[in-house]
Nanobody, 120 residues
Framework: QVQLVESGGGLVQAGGSLRLSCAAS????????MGWFRQAPGKEREFVAG????????YYADSVKGRFTISRDNAKNTLYLKMNSLKPEDTARYYC?????????????WGQGTQVTVSS
């Protein structure tokens, strides 16, 4: 099972940018589909973006499409989420997750999350 540690969260003004990172342990990172989720206070966890094990296909929630970009560096065992044009409604705790099937559809491992706060 892969262990995941997120970083890069913080406080940013609306319209600003952040890049989240997710460092994965183990030598099988390149075989996992990966994803980002978020959870705001009082709300359910929601899918943000996903990428297949090769990086060849990526998926986004409609709410972030065109603003967020998911990417991975298999040589560094790291997943990224570049977030541009941030809005106050993007405020949440962001989690990365791993899908052992490789297709970023069924996630079995989760990190502890990193907080993103967007001020208006």
């Amino acid at each position: 099972q892969v262990q995941l540690v997120e970083s890069g969260g913080g406080l940013v003004q609306a319209g600003g940018s952040l890049r989240l990172s997710c460092a994965a342990s183990g030598r099988t990172f390149s075989s996992y589909g990966m994803g980002w989720f978020r959870q705001a206070p009082g709300k359910e966890r929601e899918f943000v973006a996903g990428v297949t094990w090769t990086g060849g296909s990526s998926y986004y929630a409609d709410s972030v499409k065109g603003r967020f970009t998911i990417s991975r560096d298999n040589a560094k065992n790291t997943l990224y989420l570049k977030m541009n044009s941030l809005k106050p409604e993007d405020t949440a705790r962001y989690y990365c997750a791993a899908d052992p099937s490789g297709y970023a559809k069924s996630f079995a491992s989760w990190g502890q999350g990193t907080q993103v706060t967007v001020s208006s």
